[in-house]
Nanobody, 134 residues
Framework: QVQLVESGGGLVQSGGSLTLTCAASGADLATYAVAWFRQAPGNERKGVSCIGTTDIDNVHVDSVKGRFAIFRDNDKNLVLLHMNNLKSEDSGLYRC???????????????????????????WGQGTQVTVSS
């Protein structure tokens, strides 16, 4: 099972940018589809972005399209989430997860809590907090 550790969160003003890192050990992350989820206080975790084992397979929920980009650094066994034009509603605990499928789910908007139609979760990181101040 792959072990995941997130980093890169912090406090940023609205309109700012952050890049989150999901670092893997114990397995080659390039063989997994990897998704980022976020959870705001009092809410369920929700899927945000996903990248499959092929780089053209990447999916974002509607609320972050055009602002977030997800990509890999296979040499370093990482997946990164670059977030631009951050909004207060982007705040939350961001966790990366390795999926049991090599492809991303077609409708990431349906990935809520521990349910993600079309895939399942292999492992999770502990998360990194993102706070966007308005």
């Amino acid at each position: 099972q792959v072990q995941l550790v997130e980093s890169g969160g912090g406090l940023v003003q609205s309109g700012g940018s952050l890049t989150l890192t999901c670092a893997a050990s114990g397995a080659d992350l390039a063989t997994y589809a990897v998704a980022w989820f976020r959870q705001a206080p009092g809410n369920e975790r929700k899927g945000v972005s996903c990248i499959g084992t092929t780089d053209i397979d990447n999916v974002h929920v509607d609320s972050v399209k055009g602002r977030f980009a997800i990509f890999r650094d296979n040499d370093k066994n990482l997946v990164l989430l670059h977030m631009n034009n951050l909004k207060s509603e982007d705040s939350g605990l961001y966790r990366c997860t390795a999926l049991v499928t090599r492809n991303c789910p077609r409708n990431l908007n349906s990935c809520v809590g521990y349910d993600c139609p079309g895939t399942d979760f292999d492992s999770w990181g502990q998360g990194t907090q993102v706070t966007v101040s308005s």
